[in-house]
C-alpha cells in the first residue's frame, strides 16, 4: 500500500465527500479531491491515483443522466481536450503546476461570481467554436492538476441548457477526460501496482458518495441548483489559492 492508514482514511473521507458533489452537480470531482489531497500526499501522485477514481465516479453519476445527453453539445469540448490531454500530462510529468492552479482559481472565482450576479437572468449563448477552446484548455489543465472543470463551466455556465442537459455535459466530457488520461498513465508506467491498491481500497467511498449525490440532485430544485453550483465554484477557487 502507498499510504499508511491515516493518511488512507483521509483519503477516504476526502474522495467520499468529491464523489457526492460531482453525482450532485455534475462537476467538482478532480477540484475537490485535488483541493485537499494535497495537504497529504504529493500533488503528482495525488494527481496519479485521482484519475482512475475520477473515471469511476463519472461513468455512476453520468449513467443516471444518460438520457440527457446531447452530443451536439459535447463534440467541441471533447475534441478540444482530446487535442490538450497530452500537453497536460506532461506538464503533469515533467513541469511545476502552480501557476495552473493559480490561473484555475481565478477563473473559478469570475465563472462563480458571475453567475451569482446574473441572478438567473439569460445569457447569451456562446458560438460552439468555444467548446473547442475551452476543451483544450480543459484538456491541458485537467492533464496536469485534474481540475480541467472551469473551462468547461465557463463555457456550459453561458449556454441556456437545463440543468441536467448541463450535468451530462460536462460528465460526458470528463468521462473521456479521466479514461483516456488513466490510460496514458498505465501506459506510461506512473500508475504501478502500488498506486493501483491504493485505488482499488478508495473506490468505495467513490460508489457510495456518488449515489448519495445522484439522489440529492434528483430530489433539489432547479434555482437552488443554479446557486449551489455558482457558490460552490467561488469557494473552490478560494481554496485554491491556499
Keep these: 500500500m502507498a499510504f499508511d492508514l491515516e493518511t488512507l482514511l483521509l483519503?477516504?473521507?476526502?474522495?467520499?465527500?468529491?464523489?457526492?458533489?460531482?453525482?450532485?452537480?455534475?462537476?467538482?470531482?478532480?477540484?475537490?479531491?485535488?483541493?485537499?489531497?494535497?495537504?497529504?500526499?504529493?500533488?503528482?501522485?495525488?494527481?496519479?491515483?485521482?484519475?482512475?477514481?475520477?473515471?469511476t465516479n463519472v461513468a455512476l453519476a453520468l449513467w443516471s443522466v444518460r438520457h440527457a445527453i446531447r452530443l451536439r453539445n459535447v463534440i467541441p469540448m471533447v475534441v478540444g481536450m482530446v487535442i490538450g490531454l497530452p500537453f497536460g500530462l506532461l506538464i503533469l510529468l515533467e513541469g511545476s503546476t502552480t501557476i495552473i492552479r493559480i490561473s484555475v482559481a481565478a477563473l473559478l472565482i469570475y465563472v462563480g461570481t458571475?453567475?451569482?450576479?446574473?441572478?438567473?437572468?439569460?445569457?447569451?449563448?456562446?458560438h460552439p467554436w468555444w467548446g473547442y477552446v475551452a476543451g483544450l484548455f480543459a484538456g491541458i489543465v485537467g492533464g496536469a492538476t485534474n481540475i480541467g472543470g472551469p473551462p468547461l463551466i465557463a463555457y456550459v455556465a453561458h449556454q441556456p441548457w437545463k440543468p441536467v442537459v448541463f450535468k451530462a455535459s460536462l460528465l460526458t466530457c470528463f468521462l473521456v477526460s479521466s479514461g483516456l488520461k488513466t490510460i496514458m498513465l498505465g501506459i506510461e508506467g506512473s500508475l504501478d501496482s502500488q498506486l493501483l491498491a491504493s485505488v482499488a481500497v478508495?473506490?468505495?467511498?467513490?460508489?457510495?458518495?456518488?449515489?448519495?449525490?445522484?439522489a440529492f440532485f434528483n430530489s433539489v430544485n432547479q434555482r437552488l441548483f443554479g446557486h449551489l453550483v455558482s457558490g460552490l465554484i467561488v469557494v473552490l477557487g478560494i481554496l485554491l489559492f491556499f
Design 11 to 55: 483519503l477516504e473521507a476526502i474522495i467520499l465527500l468529491a464523489a457526492f458533489i460531482q453525482g450532485a452537480v455534475g462537476f467538482a470531482f478532480g477540484m475537490t479531491s485535488m483541493g485537499l489531497a494535497v495537504f497529504l500526499i504529493d500533488a503528482r501522485v495525488a494527481s496519479i491515483i485521482v484519475s482512475p477514481l475520477a473515471a
Design 114 to 126: 458571475s453567475r451569482l450576479l446574473s441572478n438567473g437572468r439569460t445569457r447569451r449563448p456562446l
Design 202 to 214: 478508495l473506490l468505495p467511498a467513490v460508489v457510495i458518495g456518488s449515489q448519495i449525490g445522484i
